[in-house]
């Protein structure tokens, strides 16, 4: 009677299969116990499923594709700026280059010039080679600068002299004509300034284009006295 009264008491022993392959069937089996202690659901259940996990990473891409388009397009305008900078920088050394060449026949064209003024040069073999030198010079662009009566210019004209009391510098007489191609001085003028009244230099540039008009009827009448 005491033995059957203790085997009462003691608790039933419950022998759980946890094998997840049935040893009979072969086959997963999907209806074992889980064990005690451990949470209901089912292994895997920790992973967040594809359909949440997607709102979490898109974000970081979206950030990541901006964080990249920055940077291409802060490469592309330094290239932009580079290929800028390299243009103009082979345009100047360019530019510079012509400018020491043209300097260099600048002394040339200065013998060239006064022997035309002198008349040496029209039955001198020299002349084809001054003409083609103007032409190439015409062709370029050179400008010669540096006439009596125009106003003085630091930048432009070199004062070997001085004189006057007036208000008003301008170019009395030139020694040397100054060059220019486009923008570049390639040569200053060396001129002898003079001051003088603000209304004689306007007269004075008044009065030029019209002798200048009265020149070639003083000629023909003086043509037509011989």
Do not use: C, W
Request: charged content about 30%; cysteine-free; aromatic content about 4%.
């Amino acid at each position: 009677m005491a033995e059957s009264e203790q085997h009462a008491e003691r608790e039933p022993v419950t022998i759980n299969d946890r094998r997840r392959i049935d040893p009979a069937t072969g086959t997963v089996r999907t209806d074992f116990p889980a064990e005690t202690g451990t949470s209901s659901e089912p292994a895997g259940s920790d992973e967040a499923p594809a359909g949440q996990s997607a709102p979490a990473s898109e974000p970081a891409d979206s950030d990541k594709v901006a964080e990249l388009t920055e940077d291409l397009q802060r490469v592309q305008a330094d290239f932009a700026n580079f290929r800028k900078r390299t243009e103009r920088d082979r345009a100047g050394v360019v530019a510079a280059a012509k400018a020491s060449v043209y300097s260099l026949l600048l002394p040339v064209v200065d013998d060239l010039g006064r022997a035309r003024e002198h008349g040496d040069l029209e039955n001198s073999p020299l002349k084809p080679v001054a003409d083609r030198l103007q032409q190439i010079f015409d062709e370029q662009g050179i400008v010669p600068f540096g006439e009596v009566g125009e106003p003085f210019d630091p930048q432009l004209h070199e004062a070997v002299q001085h004189t006057g009391d007036g208000d008003v510098s301008v170019v009395s007489a030139v020694y040397r004509q100054g060059y220019r191609h486009g923008e570049r001085i390639l040569r200053t003028a060396m001129v002898v300034v003079e001051d003088v009244p603000g209304e004689v230099s306007d007269q004075g540039a008044q009065e030029q284009p019209s002798e200048a008009g009265q020149q070639p009827e003083a000629d023909e009448q003086q043509t037509g006295d011989q």
